[in-house]
C-alpha cells in the first residue's frame, strides 16, 4: 500500500513539509524535470505559479537542478511551438526569473517502443535524471480525470506521437450490424458522426471518447485499435519507463477542478472548487486518490461529463505491472 500525502491547508509551507518526507538528498547534483502543464492562454485554472516556484525552491535547497518543462501541443493555438508556448508561460507566470530555473517548452523527441505503439518521449525528459510531474486534476474529454496519467501520456510525448493516439482511437462502424438508428449521432460530443445511407459515418473529427461506443444498441461501432485511455496510459508509460522509480515524484493538485482541461482557453469556472494537494511516489495510488476524492467532493462528478470510467487507464497501468493503486492517505 502506498502512502499518498494529503494537504488540506497552509499549502506552500505544507507543500515544502511533505516534499521533505522524501529521500531527496538522492536528487543531490540531478537534473530534474518538473513536467506540468502552463495553461493556455485565457485558462485560469492552470497550476498556479507559486506552486510550481515553491517545489523548485525545495528541490534547489536539495541540491538538486530541476527545469520546468512541457511541450508544443496538437492543435494550433497558443502553445502550438515551443516559441508559442513560452510566450504564453510567460503571460501565465512563468519565466525563469519567477520560477528560478530554466522554462522549457520542446516537441523533440527521443523514440521509444512503447506497450500499444512507439512514442517519442520528449527528449529533455528522457534524458532528465529525475522528474517531478505536478498535475493540475480536472476532467478530460479523452481519459475523464486530466491527471498525472494524462498529464504524461499526452503531455510529454512529441507532436506525432500526440497524433497517433488520437488516430488509433477513432471509431469505426460494422456497415453489417448498423441499423442507422442514430443513438451514436446523438451522443458525439465532436459532431463527428452522420448518418449516410442509413449507415453511421464517422468522421475525422472523432477523438475517441467511446460515447457512441456505449450507445450503439446493435455493438456496431468498435474503436479501430483501442479506446484512448489504453493509448494514453501506454505513452505515459514509455514516459515513465525512463526512470527508476525512485527518480519519480508526483504531485496532484486539486484546486479548480473544472469538466475540461487547461488546454481550453475560455474554460468555465470549476465544477469543483477545491479538495487540497497530493503527493506520492507512486502514480497509480495518486491517480486512484484523486478520483477517489473528487468522487467525495461531487458524487458523479464523471458520469456528468459523460465519457469513460477515470479508473480504466489506472487498471491498464496496473496489469501492465507499472505497480499498485492502492493507497493510504496521510493528512500532513
Ligand atoms: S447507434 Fe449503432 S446502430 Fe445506431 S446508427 Fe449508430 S452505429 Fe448504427
Ligand atoms: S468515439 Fe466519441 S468522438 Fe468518436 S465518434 Fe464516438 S462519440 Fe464521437
Request: hydrophobic share 40%; charged share 25%; with cysteine.
Amino acid at each position: 500500500m502506498s502512502k499518498v500525502f494529503f494537504i488540506k491547508d497552509n499549502f506552500l509551507p505544507k507543500l515544502g513539509n511533505a516534499l521533505q518526507k522524501f529521500d531527496l538528498s538522492a536528487w543531490k547534483g540531478k537534473k530534474v524535470a518538473i513536467k506540468l502543464h502552463m495553461g493556455e492562454y485565457g485558462n485560469l485554472n492552470y497550476v498556479r505559479p507559486p506552486i510550481a516556484g515553491k517545489i523548485v525552491e525545495v528541490l534547489k535547497e536539495a541540491g538538486a537542478e530541476p527545469f520546468l518543462i512541457d511541450s508544443a501541443t496538437l492543435y494550433k493555438a497558443e502553445r502550438h511551438t515551443p516559441k508559442k508556448y513560452l510566450e504564453t508561460a510567460r503571460k501565465n507566470g512563468f519565466t525563469e526569473e519567477t520560477m528560478g530555473c530554466p522554462v522549457l517548452a520542446s516537441n523533440t523527441s527521443v523514440p521509444k517502443d512503447g506497450r500499444l505503439f512507439p512514442a517519442g518521449v520528449i527528449k529533455e525528459i528522457a534524458e532528465a535524471d529525475a522528474m517531478l510531474v505536478l498535475t493540475h486534476a480536472k476532467g478530460h474529454a479523452f481519459s475523464a480525470l486530466g491527471g498525472a496519467i494524462k498529464n504524461l501520456g499526452m503531455g510529454a510525448v512529441d507532436r506525432s506521437t500526440k497524433m497517433a493516439c488520437h488516430d488509433k482511437a477513432n471509431m469505426q462502424v460494422s456497415l453489417e450490424k448498423c441499423i442507422g438508428c442514430g443513438a451514436c449521432v446523438k451522443v458525439c460530443p465532436v459532431n463527428a458522426i452522420s448518418i449516410k445511407n442509413e449507415k453511421a459515418s464517422v468522421s475525422v473529427r472523432c477523438w475517441g471518447c467511446g460515447k457512441c461506443f456505449k450507445a450503439c444498441p446493435q455493438k456496431a461501432m468498435s474503436p479501430k485499435e483501442f479506446l484512448s485511455d489504453h493509448g494514453l496510459a501506454s505513452c505515459a508509460l514509455a514516459v515513465l519507463e525512463c526512470f527508476g522509480k525512485k527518480d519519480l515524484l508526483f504531485v496532484s493538485i486539486l484546486m479548480d477542478i473544472c469538466d475540461v482541461c487547461d488546454c481550453h482557453g475560455d474554460a468555465p469556472f470549476a465544477r469543483v472548487q477545491n479538495i487540497g494537494f497530493l503527493l506520492s511516489q507512486n502514480i497509480l495510488a495518486i491517480e486512484n486518490a484523486t478520483v477517489d476524492l473528487i468522487l467525495k467532493e461531487s458524487p458523479g462528478f464523471f458520469d456528468r461529463l459523460g465519457y469513460r470510467d477515470p479508473k480504466q487507464q489506472i487498471e491498464w497501468l496496473e496489469k501492465e505491472g507499472c505497480g499498485k493503486p492502492d493507497y493510504e492517505l496521510e493528512e500532513v
